[in-house]
């Protein structure tokens, strides 16, 4: 059955709480990290360096690795001080710097890059036209934007989803729709090339996923209640006791732009 209409979700500000956790609670093993650079070689042009952007590049989980794969420089633009502070301290990278800035405010010169990356950060921006003019403003003719988003249409079955049962609903309301997001972009000046579905395989040990949840590093939960919080935290505590808690893969969507 759908899900119930959601009231609309005030945006979250990550200097509040997850500058505080979220590095730790969305940490990825080296590997993973990599599989991402991998998968966005296919998508960008073979040729090296290549000038990037990480959009709402938070703690820098991405953006060393992206100067690594593609030569850089790479810029991690994010709006969040505590965010940078901590990209500042643990993901220092001679290629990269990181930049106050936000979306729809880019601190970089016109058509300066040759692609730019938001991962899991466009649903956070208010103003989402003026965001994708802004992106394509600073892409170079045939560079490459990457939207690495969850999309309303197809929310992720988690392995913690059935725990907090009103997150789907919330995810719903917090996500535009693929068909919504491409077509911000193509009114914007980019046409789409691929829309890409990635399996994600479940990372590392249960009880550790368990741990870095329990920081709850995942907008998401903000927009919970501290009860219903606690009665998903209790339940997975009791399955988790009795082994009953399924290791299950999840998937991430992204999709890929060239600027006309
Ligand atoms: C879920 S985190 C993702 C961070 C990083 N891309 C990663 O995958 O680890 C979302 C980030 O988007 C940032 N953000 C919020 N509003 C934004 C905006 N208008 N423009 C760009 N980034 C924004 C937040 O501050 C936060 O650091």
Redesign the pocket.
């Known amino acids: 059955m759908p899900n119930p209409p959601h009231p609309p979700i005030a945006?979250?500000?990550?200097?509040v709480v997850?500058?505080g956790v979220?590095a730790k609670g969305?940490a990825l093993p080296p590997a993973a990290v990599q599989r991402y650079m991998d998968i966005f070689a296919d998508h960008l042009p073979e040729r090296r360096p290549l000038t990037g952007v990480?959009?709402?590049?938070?703690?820098?989980?991405?953006t060393p690795a992206l100067a690594e794969a593609f030569g850089g420089p790479v810029h991690g633009?994010?709006?969040?001080a505590g965010?940078r502070r901590t990209a500042e301290a643990q993901a220092r990278h001679p290629r990269v710097r990181y930049l106050a800035?936000?979306?729809?405010r880019i601190p970089l010169p016109d058509a300066c890059a040759d692609f730019v990356?938001?991962?899991?950060?466009?649903h956070?921006?208010?103003?989402r036209a003026a965001?994708a003019r802004e992106i394509a403003r600073v892409v170079k003719p045939g560079g490459r934007f990457i939207l690495?988003s969850t999309f309303r249409d197809r929310i992720p079955d988690h392995w913690w989803r059935g725990f907090f049962p009103r997150s789907g609903a919330v995810e719903e309301a917090m996500f535009p729709s693929a068909a919504e997001a491409r077509a911000i972009f193509e009114a914007a000046g980019f046409s789409t090339l691929e829309s890409v579905q990635l399996e994600i395989p479940f990372e590392g040990d249960l009880n550790q996923a368990v741990e870095r949840l329990r920081l709850r590093a995942v907008?998401t939960f903000e927009h919970m209640t501290d009860a219903e919080l606690e009665n998903g935290f209790a339940q997975i505590d009791a399955a988790l006791a009795a082994g009953t808690i399924e290791r299950k893969p999840t998937y991430g969507d992204f999709i890929v732009f060239a600027r006309r």
């Not at 800035?101 to 729809?104: D, N, Q, R, S």
Request: no cysteine.
């Open positions: 945006p979250v500000d990550y200097d997850q500058h979220y969305r990480d959009l709402g590049s938070g703690t820098g989980r991405f633009v994010e709006p969040a965010m800035g936000e979306a729809a990356l938001m991962f899991l950060s466009f956070h921006v208010p103003d965001a690495r907008s």
